[in-house]
């Protein structure tokens, strides 16, 4: 789904003058916990503007790039899983999923992510694709987390969150950076950064990034080869008054899988085909933001970004267009006083084309696809928000804000407000609450498309029986909602220790889910489903995240959170199914990370992350057909990463050594919505030289 034009423009890389960069590791080992904590770190994501987290009514987090590189992480969504209440699980070597507050799956939809402020939402996935979520990891400044509807400042899928990976400027990249990363499982991976200086007032950077690994372990079948490419540049001022910024850049993945196609009669399924198919996607992107000081107290930030997305994957086909106008006015009323207002417009063009439900013959079907009852669609979101920030004394300050916004695809118009709170008890300890609501934007997914999946079932009489499942569309689906009120404590002794807390219940509206039917099928052996929005659930839980200075060299962080997931049919719909409530439940779930990052002595580190995760399901559940269906749970998952960095001195290559999964010889299954392979025992190799 991602593309580059722009690979050419690496070769003009040499004639630039180069700046040399002390070296990460060096700068990373003589960062204090006070620049990396709740006091001192900034952060925008929350409100559009800078503030201290300290200062923030919201659950917020700040994953620093120190954690991330010393994470032992090979990408943007595995680095996540040290985020207190966010889940992310390993389908195969190459799909992650990631989610926040339940609901987890691969086209998870309630929660924003962008890179720069730039949102990667797929209109035709419905959420995010983390496969192509990818950047140079030694490039990330930071990864803000914003936990809890976020719909008032950022409007359509930050129901449950909203995550902004921001780079690090041109400025700070400047010189050569080159990384290479090699194991045992076939994964190779190449990164290269090229700072740049056009003159004296122009800074910029290159990069490119190529990767390459099975799709599955072990790789001893020939199976699929992913490989993917990304390359961008972008171009920053260096005089400080100046604060705008150009990207430029596009991703490309493919890998080669086979395809099969099963041939039905009406006696049931009798044979099948395969062939060889080239999965492709491809993205160019192009990105331009600026800030104006109108005066000493407002200051006008927009941003106007495009994209275009082609996707061939049989499971969501289709090409999207996409141009975006965002700005902010924020004024400074009083000493006490901020005003902020904002709007934007988001046109998107979409192409279905290449897949439609009036061409599937069901008696000669692909294993899997999804098609759609339109061809085409041109789509507008069009937004407007105020918010007002008020500090009435040294310790109490209040939020209070709401976005309005329009949506063309079902011509429906939604408002996301909140209402916050934050209370300083001292110096230490604070306490903050809200109460907020958010819309998940509609998806082309839910209202426009169908997706069948060859399957079989057993019965007692006819043994193994091959069915076509046919999951169809609903064009008249609410949107859904959700309103939640939190609770929140932080403390910070100054020195070793910091608590971040959050307690959380949500009310969950016009939840998608399946029914069954029996009638209106296409073919014997198709078995219908229709998509409602007759359902709504219930979330509650609790998030902690801590930071705890051992001594000088040896820092540990900690996060915890527990999760449960309650569903409910309303009964409005008659095509909606009883049975299908509980699809979403989830009894309890604790999930927790540790990592400990030890600094032995200058040039080596040594760090360990341990995660546990533990799901419980309901015990059953009950079939469209009276069935009872017992649920897998999956207690008590401990697993262990270590890795082991080494560098001569500031101006030599980095060595590291990272051991995933210790012990897990055969995998394991922490969760349904995961492959036990992917999670077995991997050592890989990483060597980068920054100069």
Do not use: C
């Not at 929660?111 to 979520?133: A, E, K, N, Q």
């Not at 372990?217 to 920053?236: C, H, L, R, Y």
């Not at 937004?383 to 695809?409: D, P």
């Amino acid at each position: 789904m991602k593309h580059s034009s722009i690979y050419a423009a690496l070769a003009l890389l040499p004639s630039f003058s180069l700046y040399s960069q002390e070296n990460s590791l060096e700068h990373l080992m003589s960062m204090s916990l006070e620049e990396l904590s709740m006091l001192d770190v900034e952060m925008e994501t929350a409100s559009k503007a800078k503030q201290k987290l300290s200062d923030i009514p919201s659950s917020v987090y700040v994953l620093s790039n120190e954690r991330i590189q010393r994470s032992g992480a090979k990408t943007i969504a595995e680095a996540l899983v040290l985020v207190p209440g966010l889940k992310v699980t390993k389908f195969n070597e190459t799909s992650w999923f990631v989610s926040t507050r339940g609901f987890h799956d691969g086209l998870y939809n309630k929660m924003l992510v962008m890179i720069d402020g730039r949102s990667l939402f797929s209109p035709v996935y419905g959420g995010t694709y983390w496969t192509d979520v990818d950047y140079i990891l030694a490039d990330i400044e930071r990864i803000e987390i914003l936990k809890g509807p976020g719909g008032t400042v950022w409007g359509g899928n930050a129901a449950n969150g909203v995550v902004n990976i921001i780079t690090k400027s041109s400025e700070d990249t400047q010189g050569t950076y080159v990384s290479a990363v090699a194991s045992a499982d076939d994964n190779y991976e190449l990164s290269v950064r090229q700072g740049l200086k056009f003159n004296e007032h122009l800074f910029g950077r290159a990069f490119y990034k190529y990767k390459e690994e099975p799709s599955y372990k072990p790789n001893d079948t020939g199976n699929e080869i992913w490989k993917a490419q990304s390359a961008g540049m972008v171009f920053e001022p260096t005089n400080s008054d100046k604060n705008w910024s150009l990207r430029l850049g596009g991703e490309k993945s493919s890998y080669q899988t086979t395809s099969y196609t099963y041939y039905y009669d009406d006696q049931g399924w009798y044979d099948y085909s395969a062939k060889d198919f080239e999965n492709e996607s491809q993205s160019i992107y192009a990105q331009f933001n600026d800030h104006l000081d109108l005066n000493p107290e407002s200051v006008l930030s927009y941003s106007i970004w495009g994209q275009y997305n082609d996707d061939n994957a049989l499971d969501a086909p289709g090409s999207y267009s996409t141009v975006d106008f965002d700005s902010t006015l924020i004024t400074q009323l009083s000493d006490s006083h901020q005003f902020t207002l904002g709007g934007g417009i988001r046109y998107m063009h979409l192409d279905f084309s290449s897949s439609q439900i009036d061409d599937i013959d069901f008696y000669n079907v692909d294993y899997y696809r999804r098609a759609y009852d339109i061809e085409t669609a041109n789509d507008f979101i069009t937004n407007v928000f105020v918010q007002s920030q008020i500090s009435w004394n040294e310790r109490l300050s209040t939020v209070m804000g709401v976005k309005l916004e329009h949506f063309t695809q079902n011509s429906t118009t939604e408002l996301s407000p909140q209402l916050r709170i934050l209370y300083k008890l001292d110096e230490k300890h604070s306490l903050w609450s809200g109460v907020s609501r958010a819309v998940v934007a509609p998806s082309y997914m839910d209202s426009n498309s169908a997706y069948f999946q060859n399957s079989y079932y057993y019965d007692e009489n006819q043994g193994y029986v091959d069915y076509i499942a046919y999951y169809g569309l609903n064009s008249e689906l609410d949107n859904e909602n959700v309103i939640t009120t939190e609770i929140g404590y932080r403390f910070f002794n100054g020195e070793r220790l910091e608590v971040d807390s959050t307690a959380f219940y949500s009310i969950h509206g016009n939840v998608r889910q399946h029914s069954l039917q029996s009638s209106n099928s296409q073919a014997p052996h198709v078995i219908n489903g229709v998509l409602t929005d007759d359902y709504k659930a219930r979330t509650y839980g609790v998030e902690v995240g801590a930071t705890y200075k051992l001594t000088d060299n040896l820092t540990s962080y900690f996060s915890y959170s527990y999760l449960s997931v309650e569903g409910e049919h309303k009964g409005d719909d008659p095509e909606s199914s009883p049975y299908s409530e509980s699809t979403h439940d989830i009894d309890s779930e604790h999930l927790a990370t540790v990592q400990i990052l030890w600094n032995v002595f200058e040039g080596l580190q040594f760090d360990v992350l341990g995660k546990y995760m533990n799901v419980n399901y309901p015990d059953h559940y009950v079939t469209y057909t009276n069935e009872t269906i017992d649920w897998q749970s999956y207690p008590h998952e401990l697993s262990f990463d270590a890795r082991l960095g080494w560098q001569k001195s500031s101006k030599a290559p980095l060595f590291e050594v990272v051991i995933e999964n210790i012990g897990k010889k055969s995998g394991y299954q922490a969760d349904y919505a995961t492959y036990k392979e992917a999670n077995q025992e991997s050592v890989y190799v990483r060597i980068s030289h920054e100069f």
